[in-house]
């Protein structure tokens, strides 16, 4: 199946993990796709797990989604790349873990500047473009199962994907009617190496982040593939009820 074809997609974080995934799948899926990233190293490898024959069809861009400037240019040369823009996934993020009365005031600041306000700055950059879409142009943005049900030691974490949660819906109701959908996906504990390196405190209660796993394969982490699959249902004509919504993608965890 190949609901991509003639899409034209722009997928951040595309370095690794969960947005690697992504970008994978839709290409897989007869996208024309933009990969970015902060981290060339990552963007090599997406290239590297690229199949030779889609590689024409994807190009890479260095994107610091916390800095403006590098928005702008990054949505301008996206944009000049594939002739316009259909879906906009804003998969980059960060995770940092501590004690609360701990947390340097740095740190909470790094982390909703990456996960919300750069969620925010794309989207601002992309809107133009995406309302011009043929097909109806669809924000994808990344809550997290820690919105719903917080795991401990991850507050400034949970307050961004929360945040996250109200901007999309903010966005959903605004540009209905110009025919934009926007959709939040809800990742529970997923296998990556931003997951793998969380450095939780040392005297942390391990015993408190067993629900981060979902009931399925008993117990066992998600993969990249897991998320992959749920946003390339929603970002295309398969989704085009969904609007405003949260879809989770997290084993029941939440159950």
Known sequence: MRRYDGRRVLVTGAGSGIGQGIALRLLSEGAQLVAADINDSGLQATIDATPADSRDRLHTLNLNVADPESVRAVLGQ??????????????????????????????????????????????????????????????????????????????????????????????????????????NIVPGGIGTSLTAGLDLPADSDWSLLARLPGWIEGGALGKPEDVAGAVAMVASDDGRYMTGTELRVDGGALM
């Not at 823009?85 to 701990?102: K, Q």
């Not at 750069?118 to 990344?142: E, I, K, R, W």
């Open 78 to 183: 996206a944009v000049e790349f594939l002739g316009g823009l259909d879906v906009l996934v804003n998969g980059a993020g960060i995770m940092r873990a501590g004690h609360t009365h701990e947390l340097p005031l740095e740190t909470w600041n790094q982390v909703l500047t990456v996960n919300l306000t750069g969620t925010f700055l794309m989207t601002q950059a992309a809107l133009p473009t995406l309302l011009d879409s043929p097909h109806g142009g669809v924000v994808v943005n990344f809550s997290s199962t820690s919105a719903f049900g917080s795991v401990p030691y991850m507050a400034a974490y949970a307050a961004s994907k929360a945040g996250v949660n109200a901007f999309t819906h903010a966005i959903a109701l605004e540009y209905v009617k110009k025919g934009l959908r926007a959709v």
